[in-house]
């Protein structure tokens, strides 16, 4: 993905310029790139796996860095020093359930487990992935009536 417009750090704020910084301070250092998770444990992304690759790619279009990525990897190069991350050690932390193609290029980022509200019954229960909308007891009663 090629920036569309290039601006300076200077007029990031809040977590969009914590992010841009650690990135910058850990490509300066040569350490590997910050996983996800990391990004959320430190509260510079809140949410989840997707609004990291959605902060990291702002950056992008923004032409302050640049991304590679593959399957659990990733680097970033921060474009107004030249300096690069670490390729990420690509080891998984946390209970990863399943890959999903993301925006990256084909990349794939890991999808967690989280507490949603079933379609059916409306109760919470721990998820799968955005594929899985409905508890257990309630996939296993659609799929009776299915068949």
Not at 64 to 78: F, M, Y
Request: aromatic share 2%.
């Amino acid at each position: 993905m090629e920036p569309t417009a290039q601006i300076s750090a200077d007029h990031l704020t809040g977590r969009l310029r914590d992010l841009y910084d650690l990135l910058a301070a850990a490509a300066e250092a040569g350490l590997p790139c910050p996983s996800n998770t990391d990004l959320m444990d430190k509260g510079i992304v809140v949410g989840d796996h997707t609004r990291c690759t959605e902060a990291l790619q702002r950056l992008s279009k923004m032409g302050l860095i640049k991304i590679e990525a593959g399957v659990n990897w990733r680097r970033v190069t921060v474009l107004a020093t030249g300096k690069a991350t670490a390729k990420s050690n690509g080891s998984r932390q946390g209970r990863v359930r399943r890959m999903a193609p993301s925006a990256l290029g084909g990349a794939t980022v890991n999808i967690r487990p989280a507490k949603r509200t079933c379609l059916r019954c409306r109760r919470k229960f721990e998820s799968q992935g955005p594929h899985n909308q409905m508890c257990g007891p309630c996939r296993n009663a659609a799929s009776e009536i299915a068949a």
